[in-house]
């Protein structure tokens, strides 16, 4: 037996270790786990290449609790150690990189955490461990040995009896950890980082039904039939999937094994996804994963942090930022790269080159993705369009790559149930939508209901109106009003329809100069100047005679500093502002005009008003109260 002192010059680095982990102690499951697992691959790869005189077999992985014990242990039937190799590969490599490690941060504030970094990660054992011990025997032919250490730097090393290749760790677990003595704790663990792991991963045993067994059903002198039972047997418990979908060729895969998957992900989640893309690059850089969409909302609070990273089917994070460009952490599913550079604590990214690198080419393929199942199957994607535009309206919006790819696939629904893409629509409206000055104007509404007369009034001038109702809308049509030549949106509801899209011609109106001095006079005189600037249009005489209007640049500024951004114009506290615009050729308004008595002009004034207030959603309270009680006085 040997007996030593790890090489050590910090002192006491065992709690150092404890300390400086232990807000992330959970996670030495996982390292003993990927360690298992590197070395059960490791001795796969050597009989692969006829390297290593053995055979590889079906190993797994297994972790046992005894409770009695108080211990907890890992045991594979990988490569294995020789004593040489503990000595090496324990005593002098790993510790001395927890030391320089240690050494470097003890200091530093801020809860890193370090694992996974200068070999650290089978020292993550002591987070929860008092005394640990590795039994070994390696692949080659050579004695099993059997160290073992108390949390402090002294270790001993002696022989084992251990004839089965591979390596069994015991952790002693301490007073303060016995949590992790309880199954359902060590089940919840490898659940969620070793779920899709590449080796199987043991937990215990189960009962399941006999595949070689036919139950047998007999008849009584009834008649009546009896089955007798299933017959049991007792299997290992596999924990794992160690052959998720995402590590398969797309051409080995049928759309139900997508949904399987998806399911296997997000067990709670009880719709099915829209579609997905399946990511698989292996130059410049390795990459491999699954993303779908689900269905979305037009709630940009929606939950982030649905997709999973992986590193070499060892989950890290679902805090994908960074990596996944912002727009598309909105969808679900795996990415799993062995190139993204993780931090010691293997949860944090670091800002990279290579990381930019991927996060470009996500982008690239869901937009190529989007492309083709626009073009494969345009009615299938119009009617999921609603589902999925708010992702897409973010990514014109933040990544420029991605709003030069979307002009093949972004969609502008009409009122109506219409899709055109953008070219689609510029073609079908540039005849009749060109104003007086050349320049394309686009309608829309934001809602259907509560636009519905202004809508009507376009569509009587045989003007296409847009259904744009997504909260960032303002910021997208800013977006392409920048980027698109001489073209302008205006919302229905943003002025009369005639000076939305100004053509030529004028309609003239029935008053003169002062008579119009006059109703604006009395207007002004009734309507409260704090809310509505008055405006006299020669219009239609059947158009409304009232019509209630918000500047187009004032609203869009406001919604757009609601959903982030448009604050420098500090839009956000003034009050809201309203044309009133007064048709001069209207009966109404001339018979406002003839009226003899102030009082009834000033009831003609704010019944007018009160409805157009009415037929944009802004009579509310006691000054619906007030108008329901007019009302009915008037019809008696």
Request: aromatic share 10%.
């Amino acid at each position: 037996m040997t007996k030593g002192n790890i090489n050590v010059s910090v002192e006491n680095i065992f709690p150092l270790i404890k300390k400086f982990l232990y807000s992330d102690h959970e996670i030495f499951l996982r390292e003993l786990i990927s360690n298992a697992t590197d070395a059960t691959l490791k001795l796969k790869h050597l009989t692969n290449v006829g390297d290593a005189k053995v055979e590889y077999g079906n190993p797994q992985i297994e972790v046992k609790i005894d409770k009695d014990g108080k211990k907890l242990h890992i045991i594979d039937q990988g490569l294995g150690m020789t004593a040489d190799e503990v000595e090496k590969y324990i005593n002098q490599v790993a510790f001395s990189g927890a030391e320089e490690f240690l050494d470097k941060y003890k200091d530093s504030a801020k809860d890193s955490g370090i694992i996974g970094h200068f070999g650290l990660g089978f020292y993550s054992a002591f987070m929860v461990a008092e005394k640990v011990e590795i039994i070994t025997k390696s692949y080659q032919d050579a004695p099993a040995a059997h160290w073992t250490c108390d949390g402090s730097p002294e270790f001993t090393l002696e022989a084992s009896d251990k004839t089965d290749r591979g390596t069994e760790i015991i952790l002693h677990i301490a007073e303060d950890s016995t949590e992790f003595l309880e199954e359902g704790r060590i089940k919840g663990l490898l659940e969620k980082y070793n779920k899709f792991m590449p080796i199987p991963i043991k937990f215990g045993t189960k009962e399941v039904n006999d595949p070689d067994f036919t139950p047998k059903t007999t008849k009584d002198k009834d008649g009546k039939e009896t089955t007798e039972p299933h017959k049991k047997i007792t299997v290992d418990n596999i924990i794992n999937n160690p052959n998720p979908a995402w590590t398969k060729q797309p051409a080995d895969l049928e759309d139900q094994d997508y949904k399987d998957f998806y399911r296997e992900l997000y067990p709670m989640q009880f719709e099915e996804p829209l579609f997905n893309i399946h990511l698989n690059v292996d130059y410049p850089f390795n990459l491999t994963g699954i993303l779908y969409f689900p269905k979305m909302s037009n709630d940009m609070q929606i939950q982030k942090d649905k997709i999973q990273l992986y590193q070499n089917q060892v989950f890290v994070t679902d805090n994908v930022e960074g990596i996944v460009p912002e727009f598309l952490t909105m969808l679900r599913g795996v990415i799993d790269s062995p190139d993204i550079p993780l931090n010691v604590s293997r949860s944090y990214l670091q800002a990279d080159g290579a990381v930019k690198k991927i996060s470009s080419y996500i982008t690239r393929k869901v937009a190529d993705k989007l492309k083709s199942l626009f073009n494969n199957s345009r009615e299938d994607f119009e009617t999921k369009w609603d589902d999925i535009k708010i992702v897409i309206e973010y990514g014109m919006l933040s990544e420029e790559k991605f709003f030069e790819k979307a002009d093949a696939f972004a969609l502008y629904p009409t009122v109506d149930g219409t899709y055109y893409t953008y070219e689609e629509l510029f073609n079908k409206i540039k005849a009749k939508q060109t104003d007086k000055d050349d320049k394309l104007v686009i309608l829309y509404a934001s809602d259907k209901d509560a636009q519905h007369s202004y809508i009507e009034s376009a569509k009587a001038k045989g003007y296409e109106v847009l259904l744009l109702d997504s909260p960032i809308v303002s910021h997208l049509i800013q977006k392409l009003e920048s980027t698109k030549e001489n073209i302008t949106f205006a919302r229905v509801d943003g002025d009369h329809i005639d000076n939305l899209i100004k053509k030529e011609e004028t309609t003239i109106s029935k008053l003169d100069e002062d008579q119009k001095k006059t109703l604006d006079e009395l207007l002004k005189e009734v309507i409260p100047s704090e809310k509505f600037m008055v405006q006299l249009e020669a219009m239609d005489s059947d158009a409304s005679p009232f019509i209630i209007t918000q500047p187009e640049f004032m609203r869009r500024m406001k919604e757009m500093q609601a959903t982030g951004g448009g604050g420098m114009f500090g839009m956000g506290n003034m009050p809201e502002m309203y044309n009133l615009i007064v048709n001069t050729n209207s009966a109404l308004v001339g018979e406002i005009l003839n009226t003899k008595t102030k009082k009834k002009q000033e009831r003609l004034i704010n019944q007018s008003l009160d409805l157009a207030r009415l037929s944009q959603g802004l009579l509310k309270g006691e000054a619906l109260t007030n108008f329901i009680k007019r009302s009915y006085e008037m019809i008696k």
